[in-house]
């Protein structure tokens, strides 16, 4: 790779640049490259990394205001002229859509654009978001489909859908599955003693199934099964699905679940627990599921895009039917009732883990289609 090449990251919160994309810019770095992450950078969560520099924006994942939108595409187009990347990298529907739209003008000839799923504009069924979803595919059409633009999907079902509604032509996507687990920090370990521990590591949204996994735990106490159901994670308020504290508090206090709030230490979760469950509606590739795998930890997770590529039925977990508690609560009495198929299911993950989602793997990949960009569009 050229030592002189610049590689921008365009994310919306520090806190996902750290958590999905910080292996990828030490991999850029350590060839090199001279790394620039632009981002909302939060408080509780800076980015205090040797070699990579930091340019903070004002732009957020969701914004009503158009003035502030458009004051957020201004800094974003004077940012972009100012750094003039050999490529972008942006990461999410908003930082792609304002990216592509500003870059153009902007003198940014080479673009990568990630997104990690479809999320709750393209799973809606309300009207008014419809017509929104409307809107965003034609912008996307308009922002794409051209020379010097590539995009990394996470999942078969979401590159048939942007293909086949003519947003981009198959030779500009790249199927790349997620940003991988560390394969060493993330080991397996022998299950913990006790009643079984079932754990749901996600932000607290109905769109993640949280509400399948209440109805789903109410039902194991009412037949009086020794398990226990942790809820792992925070409300997101930027996000129209977003549970309030104030029910997750109420669910706690009801004792169908135990509610422990944002964790930082995801290992001592599996650590403690017994089976890995994210009931979400769908999903680009959630990293909540590679990360249980690595663990050597059961899955249960919904027959859904982006969940049924980490999980072979029978093989590593469950799948279930999405927005099916009763189906949810059966697959949890099973593997509650099993060691042997616990045990079995969670070495398989783990197999899976090691041959499919390490992370130098996929790094290995992006950086790969790095290299083609710069040969393909010099």
């Known amino acids: ?25 030490r991999a850029c770095r350590d060839h090199g490259w001279d790394v620039v992450v632009a981002t909302r950078v939060s408080p509780e969560w800076p980015i205090d990394e040797p070699g990579i520099r930091v340019v903070p924006l004002t732009m957020r994942r969701t914004g009503r205001n158009p003035i502030e939108e458009v004051v957020a595409l201004v800094q974003l187009y004077r940012m972009l002229r100012r750094e003039q990347p050999d490529i972008v990298h942006a990461v999410g529907l ?8 500003v870059g153009r003008f902007a003198g940014i000839r080479r673009m990568v654009a990630a997104l990690a799923g479809m999320g709750y504009i393209f799973m809606s069924a309300s009207l008014r978001i419809g017509m929104i979803r409307a809107a965003l595919v034609r912008w996307l059409r308009l922002a794409l489909r051209r020379r010097g633009v590539w995009l990394i999907l996470q999942n078969g079902d979401d590159a048939d ?8 032509t198959a030779s500009q996507v790249r199927i790349i599955r997620g940003s991988g687990v560390d394969l060493d920090y993330f080991q397996p370990e022998p299950e913990p003693d006790g009643p079984v521990v079932f754990a749901v590591v996600s932000r607290m949204l109905t769109d993640k199934g949280i509400c399948e996994v209440v109805w789903a735990s109410r039902e194991m106490q009412r037949l009086s099964l020794p398990v226990t159901v942790q ?5 997101d308020l930027d996000n129209p699905t977003s549970l309030s504290e104030a029910q997750l508090r109420s669910w706690h206090a009801e004792g169908c679940i135990q509610w422990l709030g944002q964790q930082s230490d995801i290992c001592a979760i599996w650590r403690q627990a017994h089976v890995c469950v994210l009931p979400s509606y769908r999903e680009g590739l959630p990293k909540t599921l590679l990360e249980a795998a690595a663990c050597g930890r059961p899955i249960i997770t919904t027959d859904v895009p982006g969940c049924r590529e980490v999980v072979r039925p029978e093989v590593d977990g469950l799948l279930v039917p999405v927005e099916n508690w009763t189906s949810l609560a059966a697959a949890m009495i099973r593997l509650a009732a099993s060691p042997e198929l616990r045990r079995e299911f969670g070495a398989n993950a783990r197999q899976l883990a090691e041959a499919e989602f390490g992370s130098e793997a996929i790094i290995a990949q992006v950086i790969s289609l790095y290299d ?6 010099p």
């Open 1 to 25: 790779m050229d030592k002189r090449c610049k590689i921008l990251f365009l994310v919306t919160e520090s806190w996902y640049f750290l958590s999905h994309r910080l292996a990828l810019a």
């Open 94 to 101: 908003k930082p792609v859509l304002y990216a592509a739209t």
């Open 161 to 168: 859908m942007l293909i086949g509604g003519g947003v981009v």
């Open 231 to 235: 809820l792992v994670g925070s409300p």
């Open 372 to 377: 083609h960009i710069l040969a393909d569009c």
